[in-house]
């Protein structure tokens, strides 16, 4: 097995996949949520927009790109690790679905704590 810190995120994807297979459905639709609630207030949360980073376009970009893609395979997704990791964890989509996981673990009063531990373990730095 790799270290963590030459795994891919596609690789820390699958592993966090493969350890909680039933946290993934509703991790989808927290995202799904997500998506949903920036886009009910776009302009308030562009008005608020401070990432020098990313412009606010191409952050709503990854944030519409990864909603197509879980409306488009959310069945499938939940049930196929490589689906699951390749759609959300690989390309420039990585940067909103990383930022979901991360905000969605520790702030949800998951039944299953060590989810959170997972996640902070694999993507936060």
């Not at 966090?16 to 949520?33: C, K, Y």
């Not at 308030?44 to 401070?50: D, F, I, P, T, V």
């Not at 520790?106 to 996640?119: D, E, G, I, M, S």
Request: aromatic share 12%; glycine share 4%.
């Amino acid at each position: 097995m790799k270290t963590l810190e030459v795994m891919t995120n596609v690789e820390k994807a699958g592993v966090l996949f493969d350890l909680f297979p039933r946290e993934i459905p509703e991790f989808l639709d927290a995202i799904h949520g997500m998506c949903q609630a920036v886009k009910e207030d776009e302009d308030g949360h562009k008005r608020a927009w401070n990432n020098g980073f990313l412009n606010w376009d191409l952050w709503f970009a990854l944030l519409t790109e990864a909603e197509r893609k879980i409306r488009r395979y959310k069945t499938k997704m939940a049930k196929n690790k490589r689906l699951f990791a390749d759609q959300l964890f690989d390309g420039y989509v990585v940067m909103y679905t990383v930022h979901c996981l991360t905000s969605y673990a520790p702030t949800r009063q998951l039944a299953n704590r060590k989810f959170t531990l997972a996640v902070d373990l694999l993507f936060n730095p």
